[in-house]
């Protein structure tokens, strides 16, 4: 359960200098509330733009496409330029008075100004630019030039062109960069270049054959690609033979200073990291308690015993093994995946739980070899606000290739009960569903400075409401699966925790997932990788879940009869991807 459309890491505000001749234009006009409004609005127009400029590539995922032939090079300089700028803007920030903007504007000026100081945070404090080779990949990039249908293919063939011409430059500076990496990113730096070189291949040469350029523009083209390759196949080598040899890493964990300081600003959560903490570690035991009392009326019929035993938790687990083994076969995951899309989609609407938009297509795939490596089997890859109308991806990574063992214990975990949960999670009305709502919000800001909790959390609290609306029968063993799923998500966040602040070894964590989570070895082994690789994001889920159930109880509780399922989901989803917190208060200023 991941995605790719949270705010890149070393997506860092490069800032206004674009702004530096229209300062003047900054500070309000008058001490009107309309007056103010409309002013901050200009500036969070030009606040975009600069952002965009500075950092082409997230623009282009966002589906901006105007700096599509761009590619920034990481250097020391440019690092200086951002810094610089940053100051500048937080400056520019201060003229506004908060307190008289609008709701709606109120919380965009503190997306931004968190934006702003989780840039210097990344940038000053963390340095994953640093330590992380991953961050380094341009195969991405150009893959998401290459697949878009925003322009004639000529153009976008261009663009690629323009932005291959700094590769060399961009390695180099990569190379500079890194300085007491870590293993596990540097692994998966090798791992993910390595699947990059396939952007580089037969499909991007088949499309300049085709296109109309020039001859002289294809052999330019034709040029770069091939140097692409060399020097990504040198990126690769230069950290197989100089940087994993050497043995200069630093740890992993980042550390509980600096993870309590990171899920203040990637979350924005009421709660800090340790008070999530402790409630996870609650909910587990709520989740525990629910599942030894289904697994005990359960057990009859699908487990049989000798002698019953007294550790009610050991029936719960034999009761999620049988249930397990039931699940689609390797060659046919991914098809599996493809054909309950329009089996959800008929729920939702005949449920009335939510308007759906049958013009945005999503397109099941196999999630493309660069994407791959990082721990997690499915993911959403989504078009920006710009691109509206472009296709998003629900990436599903094919079981080929896997030795059968491996692939079976992936496929117990993936069963018929917990893939249909991912694929709501994923999909309907989950991910996809939340992202196609956050593209018509209004505001520009809060669609590009998601809060990937609340995004988390939506696609979270999505599997129990579908379930709440009779989904899979109201049956023991479909809620049994959930509170294992729902464990899933309340362990990654304990998880997270202990490993990043904390110092948990990978034996205890896999011994805990297995235990208290009920996974499967891969699904262990996978969430162990996934949190040596992330930090702060794995909390997202249960944190934004939380928040979310929280809001509609609480809305339930004061609406009485009048509470209405499907306009508190479509309120709620139309203030785009703001955090929990400022979408409450904006839901309860129009009660």
């Not at 082409?56 to 810094?83: C, I, K, M, N």
């Not at 330590?131 to 000529?154: C, F, K, Q």
């Not at 035993?309 to 991914?334: G, M, N, Q």
Request: include cysteine; glycine fraction near 6%.
């Amino acid at each position: 359960m991941t995605h790719r459309y949270l705010l890149p890491a070393a997506a860092l505000l490069a800032g206004s200098l674009a702004f530096a001749a229209c300062d003047s234009g900054n500070k309000p006009l008058s001490g009107t509330p309309e007056t103010l409004d409309a002013d901050f609005d200009a500036y969070k127009a030009r606040f975009i733009d600069s952002l965009w400029y500075y950092n082409p590539e997230w623009a282009s995922s966002a589906g901006f496409h105007r700096y599509d032939s761009l590619l920034v090079v990481p250097t020391a300089g440019r690092r200086q330029v951002e810094a610089a700028a940053r100051a500048r803007r937080a400056k520019e920030m201060q003229t506004y008075p908060v307190g008289k903007l609008s709701v709606n504007n109120q919380t965009d000026y503190r997306l931004m100004q968190n934006y702003l100081a989780s840039s210097r945070f990344y940038a000053d404090s963390l340095r994953d630019w640093q330590w992380n080779p991953a961050n380094y990949n341009v195969g991405g990039s150009v893959a998401e030039i290459l697949n878009g249908r925003y322009w004639p293919l000529d153009r976008r063939l261009r663009a690629i062109s323009s932005k291959l011409i700094q590769v060399a430059d961009y390695y180099e500076a990569a190379k500079q960069n890194i300085e007491r990496p870590t293993r596990e990113h540097t692994n998966l730096a090798v791992r993910q270049t390595q699947g990059g070189l396939a952007v580089f291949g037969p499909a991007l040469l088949d499309s300049v054959a085709k296109s109309g350029l020039s001859e002289a523009e294809k052999q330019d083209l034709k040029n770069r690609i091939s140097n692409t390759r060399l020097t990504m196949e040198g990126y690769v080598r230069f950290l197989q033979t100089e940087v994993l040899p050497a043995g200069n890493f630093r740890s992993f964990r980042i550390g509980p200073a600096l993870f309590a300081r990171k899920f203040a600003l990637d979350i924005q959560s009421t709660y800090s990291a340790e008070e999530v903490y402790r409630k996870a570690l609650a909910h587990k035991q709520e989740l525990l308690a629910d599942m030894k009392a289904r697994a005990m009326r359960l057990y009859p019929k699908y487990v049989q015993y000798e002698a019953v035993p007294t550790d009610t938790l050991r029936i719960a687990a034999d009761v999620v093994a049988a249930l397990s083994r039931e699940h689609a076969t390797p060659k046919r995951f991914v098809e599996a995946v493809r054909e309950q899309m329009p089996e959800l989609v008929r729920w939702v609407n005949e449920h009335d739980l939510l308007t759906q938009d049958p013009t945005k297509p999503l397109v099941v795939r196999e999630t493309p070899l660069y994407m791959r490596g990082s721990g997690a089997g499915a993911s959403v890859s989504a078009p920006g606000p710009y691109d509206k109308g472009a296709d998003t991806y629900y990436n599903v990574e094919p079981l080929d290739g896997q030795p059968a063992a491996q692939a079976e214990s992936y496929l117990r975990e993936y069963n018929t009960y917990t893939l249909q949960i991912l694929n709501i999670h994923e999909a309907i009305p989950g991910h996809y569903t939340q992202l196609v709502y956050a593209n018509r919000s209004p505001s520009l800001i809060k669609s590009i400075l998601g809060n990937g909790a609340m995004i988390e959390g939506w696609a979270v609290y999505a599997e129990r409401m579908m379930l709440e609306s009779g989904y899979g029968g109201n049956t023991d063993e479909f809620w049994l699966m959930w509170d294992k799923w729902n464990m899933r998500v309340t362990l990654n966040a304990i998880l997270d925790h202990e490993v990043q602040a904390g110092n948990i070894t990978e034996a205890a964590a896999v011994a805990m997932l297995r235990r208290d989570g009920f996974q499967e070895e891969s699904e262990a082994r996978n969430k162990w990788l996934r949190a040596t690789l992330s930090q702060v994001q794995l909390s997202s889920y249960f944190t934004g879940y939380t928040e979310i159930y929280d809001l509609r109880e609480e809305l339930k509780k004061q609406q009485g009869a009048k509470f209405n399922l499907k306009a508190f989901h479509e309120q709620f989803l139309s203030y785009g991807s703001a955090p929990v917190k400022y979408i409450r208060e904006m839901m309860l200023e129009k009660k």
